[in-house]
C-alpha cells in the first residue's frame, strides 16, 4: 500500500503536548490489569462465555479501553477538563492491558497448571507412567504431592484450603523461566521496534482502532473525534446486531440465529473450504496491505489444493508423529518458511543492528535509543541474559545442555516471525504448525535426546506449546503504540513490569483458587494439556526416531519457495504475490476468515480504484467500528452473562 493510503494515525501537535507517561496512568493501567487477572478466568472457567484474553489479538484491552474512554474519562472531564485522560496516560493504559492479556489464559495459566500436574492424576496402570515416565520426571517443577493433585482437579474441601507449601516451590521454579523468557522477547522487542515501525513502516492494522480511540479532538471536547462519528457508529451496530442474535439463541432456543459461514466440501470431501463473514477480522481486514490480503487468500487456496490434491492421491508424509501441535510435512514447510523470513529479516536490518550493537558497546555512537522503553545497552544485555537463562533452565530439566540451543533457536524464530505476521497481518491468532518440541525430535532424534531428555522434551510445550496467545506479539503491537509517546519510554518499561507481574501473580492465584474450589474437572481447564507431555513422551520413548530426512527436505522446500518469494519481491517491482500469504496459508485459523478476508481486499482495492484515497479514508470509520463492535458486544454479553448465570454463550470472535 503506498503512503498516500496508509491509515492516519499521526496525532495533531496539541496531541503530542499530552504524550508522556504519568503515575495516574500507570495506576489505572494497573487496576485494569488486575481485571483481566481475574475476570479473564473467570469468565472462561466459571461463565464459559467469550474469551476476551485468548488471542493475540487482546480483545480484552479492547473492551476496556473502550468502556474506559466512555465512562472514567468522561467522567473526569466533564467534572473538569484539565481531568480527563490524556494520550500518554490512554497509551500507557492500553499498553499494560495487551500485555496482561497474554497471560491469564493460555499465554500461561491454561498450559502450565495442568501440565505440572496432569501426569500424576492422569496415570494408570494402562499407560504406566508411574513406572515409564515418573522416575524420569524433573519433579523440582512439578506437584508433586498426590493430595494436593487430587483435589487440584476434584476440588478441596472447605477446611482444607489450597495446599500452597506443594505449589510455591515448582511455581518459583517456572517464574525463573518466564522471567528469563519475557526478558529475552521484550529485548529482542525493542531491539526490532525501530526497524520495523520507522524503517520497514509496518502498517499494525490492530493498533488502528485504539490510535484511532485515542485521538484528540481539535476543538478540545472531551468525548473523542471517533464516537462522533455517525459511519463508525453503522458499522459498530452490524456486528453487535448480528451478534445479539446469536448470543439471544443461547438464552431462547426459539430465537432465530443468523448463520455466517457455510463449509464445502472439495476433493472427494477431503478437504473443506468454509466461506463465511466475519466482522472483526473484515474490520482489521481493511487496514491490511493490499497486495498481503490478496496473497492471504490467494495462498490459501492454493495451500488447500496442494492439501486436496496429496490427499486425493494418496500422499501423505511418511514420517513420524511429532506431538499435538506439530504438523509432519506441512509443519517442517511452515518451519523453513518462518526461518527464512525471520533471517531475511535480520539480514534486510543489518544496517539498524549494527548501530545497536555499535551503542550497547559505545553509549557516544550516533545512534539515538532515547524513545525505547530501554537502553539498547540494557536490550542487548536483557537479550543475552534471558536466552542464557532460559539455556541453564532447560539443561536443568534434563535436556543435553548441546541440545538446548536447538529448542531456543525454534522457539525464538516462531515467537519473531509470528509477531512479524500478527504486526503485519492483524490476524487475531496466528500458530506455527510446528512447536520446539516437535522440531528437535525431529531434528536431533530421540536417542539424541535421551529417556530424560525426552520426558523434559514435554514440558517445553509448557511455553510454547499452544500459542493460541503469546506475549511477544501483543508486545510488538504495544511497542508501535509506544513510538506515539514523546517522553517517558523508560517509565513505561517498568508500567509494563508491572503488568506482567500483576497479570501472572493474581490470575496463577485466582485459577488455583477455583479449582480448589469447584474441581478443574468441571472447569475449562483441558485434560489434553494436562497429559500431553507425559503422552508424547511415553510414545516417543517406546517408539524412538532417529533425525528425520524426509522433515530436512521438507523444511528445505518451505524456506527455498519463501526465499524466492522474498527474493522476487525485493527484485521485480510488478511482482504481485507477498511472501507472507505463502507463510500464513498454513495456519489453520485461516479455515475459517480466508473469504472474509478476500472481502475486505475487495471492498479496499474497488474503493481506492472508483472512489480514491478521499473515499477510503472517510470508510474507514466504519470498518474500525466493525471491528470494535464485534468485540465490545462479546465484552457486553460476557458482562451480561455474568449477571444472569448463564453459561456457554460465546461470542465467536476469531472463526
Not at 495459566?109 to 499407560?127: D, K, Q, R, S, V
Not at 513505561?492 to 497479570?503: K, R, S
Request: glycine fraction near 10%; charge should be positive; charged fraction near 10%.
Amino acid at each position: 500500500m503506498s503512503s498516500s493510503t496508509r491509515p492516519v494515525t499521526t496525532p495533531t501537535p496539541e496531541s503530542y503536548l499530552a504524550s508522556h507517561v504519568t503515575m495516574r496512568g500507570i495506576l489505572i493501567g494497573c487496576v485494569l490489569c488486575a481485571i483481566i487477572a481475574i475476570g479473564a478466568p473467570y469468565g472462561r472457567q466459571l461463565i464459559k462465555g467469550t474469551s476476551l484474553a485468548l488471542t493475540s489479538a487482546t480483545p480484552a484491552a479492547f473492551f476496556l479501553f473502550f468502556t474506559l474512554l466512555l465512562t472514567l474519562h468522561l467522567a473526569l472531564g466533564w467534572s473538569r477538563r484539565s481531568w480527563g485522560l490524556r494520550r500518554g496516560e490512554l497509551i500507557t493504559v492500553f499498553i499494560m492491558m495487551m500485555v496482561a492479556c497474554a497471560i491469564p489464559t493460555k499465554g500461561v495459566n491454561g498450559l502450565l497448571l495442568p501440565m505440572i500436574t496432569g501426569t500424576f492424576y492422569y496415570a494408570t496402570p494402562e499407560n504406566d507412567w508411574a513406572n515409564q515416565i515418573h522416575p524420569l520426571l524433573p519433579n523440582w517443577i512439578l506437584v508433586t504431592d498426590t493430595q494436593a493433585v487430587k483435589e487440584f482437579y476434584e476440588g478441596a474441601s472447605s477446611r482444607s484450603g489450597i495446599p500452597w507449601a506443594h505449589w510455591l516451590a515448582p511455581l518459583g521454579a517456572w517464574l525463573l523461566l518466564y522471567g528469563s523468557l519475557y526478558l529475552a522477547v521484550t529485548s529482542i522487542s525493542v531491539i526490532l521496534r525501530r526497524q520495523w515501525v520507522q524503517n520497514e513502516r509496518l502498517i499494525y492494522p490492530l493498533m488502528q482502532v485504539p490510535l484511532a480511540m485515542m485521538a484528540d479532538d481539535p476543538q478540545g471536547r472531551t468525548l473523542k473525534p471517533f464516537f462522533r462519528s455517525g459511519t463508525m457508529w453503522i458499522g459498530f451496530a452490524i456486528p453487535s446486531v448480528f451478534m445479539s442474535f446469536f448470543a439471544l439463541h443461547n438464552y431462547f432456543p426459539w430465537f432465530p440465529q443468523i448463520v455466517l459461514r457455510a463449509p464445502i466440501d472439495v476433493f472427494r470431501d477431503s478437504v473443506s473450504l468454509t466461506f463465511g463473514i466475519n466482522f472483526l477480522m473484515l474490520g482489521f481486514g481493511y487496514f491490511i496491505n493490499a497486495n498481503i490480503a490478496f496473497s492471504m487468500w490467494l495462498f490459501y487456496l492454493l495451500h488447500q489444493l496442494q492439501e486436496g490434491a496429496m490427499l486425493y492421491l494418496g500422499m501423505h508424509s511418511t514420517q513420524a508423529v511429532l506431538g499435538w501441535w506439530t504438523e509432519p510435512g506441512m509443519g517442517h514447510q511452515m518451519m523453513g518458511a518462518l526461518i527464512v523470513l525471520v533471517l531475511s529479516g535480520l539480514w534486510v536490518g543489518r544496517p539498524h543492528f549494527r548501530q545497536v550493537l555499535h551503542k550497547a558497546w559505545d553509549r557516544d555512537a550516533p545512534i539515538d535509543d532515547s524513545d525505547e522503553i530501554m537502553s539498547y545497552r540494557a536490550a542487548v544485555i536483557g537479550a543475552v541474559i534471558g536466552i542464557a537463562g532460559m539455556w541453564i533452565w532447560l539443561w536443568q530439566t534434563g535436556i543435553p545442555a548441546w541440545i538446548v540451543p536447538v529448542f531456543l533457536f525454534a522457539g525464538l524464530v516462531i515467537f519473531i516471525g509470528l509477531a512479524r505476521v500478527i504486526s503485519e497481518t492483524g490476524l487475531p491468532i496466528f500458530k506455527a504448525n510446528m512447536i520446539p518440541a516437535g522440531f528437535a525430535v525431529s531434528n536431533v532424534g530421540v536417542p539424541a535426546l535421551g529417556l530424560k531428555g525426552m520426558v523434559a522434551t514435554g514440558y517445553t510445550m509448557v511455553w510454547c506449546g499452544d500459542l493460541l496467545v503469546f506475549l511477544m506479539a501483543p508486545l510488538a503491537n504495544a511497542l508501535r503504540l509506544s513510538s506515539e509517546l514523546k517522553s517517558g519510554q523508560r517509565r513505561l518499561a517498568w508500567a509494563i513490569v508491572l503488568a506482567m507481574a500483576i497479570a501472572l501473580v493474581l490470575s496463577v492465584w485466582f485459577t488455583i483458587y477455583l479449582a480448589y474450589r469447584y474441581g478443574s474437572m468441571n472447569l475449562l481447564i483441558s485434560e489434553h494439556y494436562a497429559t500431553e507431555p507425559s503422552r508424547f513422551a511415553l510414545e516417543k520413548i517406546t517408539n524412538p526416531t532417529g533425525p528425520s530426512l524426509s522433515g530436512y527436505l521438507w523444511m528445505a522446500g518451505g524456506g527455498l519457495f519463501m526465499g524466492l518469494l522474498l527474493i522476487a519481491r525485493h527484485q521485480l517491482l510488478w511482482w504481485p504475490f507477498h511472501p507472507l500469504g505463502f507463510l500464513v496459508s498454513h495456519g489453520r485459523v485461516m479455515d475459517g476468515i480466508w473469504s472474509t478476508i478476500f472481502l475486505a481486499w475487495l471492498f479496499k482495492v474497488l474503493i481506492l480504484k472508483y472512489g480514491g484515497v478521499g473515499l477510503y479514508r472517510r470508510t474507514q470509520p466504519f470498518f474500525l467500528g466493525l471491528a470494535l463492535g464485534h468485540i465490545a458486544i462479546g465484552g457486553i454479553w460476557l458482562v451480561i452473562d455474568g449477571f444472569t448465570g448463564m453459561e456457554g454463550n460465546r461470542i465467536p470472535l476469531y472463526y
